[in-house]
């Protein structure tokens, strides 16, 4: 298994074990959608486990849903850029990766993406039994600093 890649599977045999936080009832749309929206909370939210050796990496990336992450072993470096540093972070143009970063970011390359040093980021350590909320386009990279496994809820 590579350390640059970090997969996400899915819960089939897990998912009785796992019950969402309320927060991921948070939701943009106004009160009259919610009433009318026949689907339960269940349906709208989807789960991903990431499970991986110390040293995985999820490249600078942004995803389109609200994303909870919940760390349950282990521990991860994370990485937070705001969407108005895209112009800053280099993001693949005009491919399927539009919603991913040029920038290798254990090595950038300052001479290829010269801008990249001006952006600003939080960072942080999530740990065991933590979890962090990851607004839609707030650009992450996340690389496991030891053994982890991770839940994440995302929804609209």
């Known amino acids: 298994m590579s350390t640059k890649d970090l997969a996400q599977h899915p819960l089939s045999e897990l998912r009785q074990d796992i019950c969402f936080s309320d927060y991921c009832c948070v939701n943009e749309k106004p009160a009259k959608e919610l009433v009318e929206d026949d689907k339960s909370e269940d349906e709208d939210v989807v789960i991903n ?23 349950v072993v282990g521990s991860k470096y994370i990485r937070l850029y705001g969407e108005d540093q895209t112009p ?12 991913t970063s040029q920038v290798d970011m254990e090595h950038p390359d300052l001479k290829q993406f010269p801008e990249f ?39 609209c």
Not at 49 to 71: C, E, M, R, V
Request: aromatic share 18%; charged share 10%; net charge positive.
């Open 49 to 71: 486990a990431w499970f991986g050796p110390s040293g995985t990496i999820s490249p600078l990336h942004y995803d389109s849903k609200h994303n909870l992450l919940a760390q």
């Open 88 to 99: 800053l972070v280099y993001p693949h143009e005009g491919t399927m990766l539009f919603n």
């Open 117 to 155: 040093g001006k952006a600003r980021f939080i960072e942080c350590i999530l740990g065991a039994g933590e979890m962090l909320y990851i607004p839609p386009r707030c650009w992450h990279f996340v690389k496991s600093l030891t053994l982890s496994f991770s839940v994440s809820f995302w929804w």
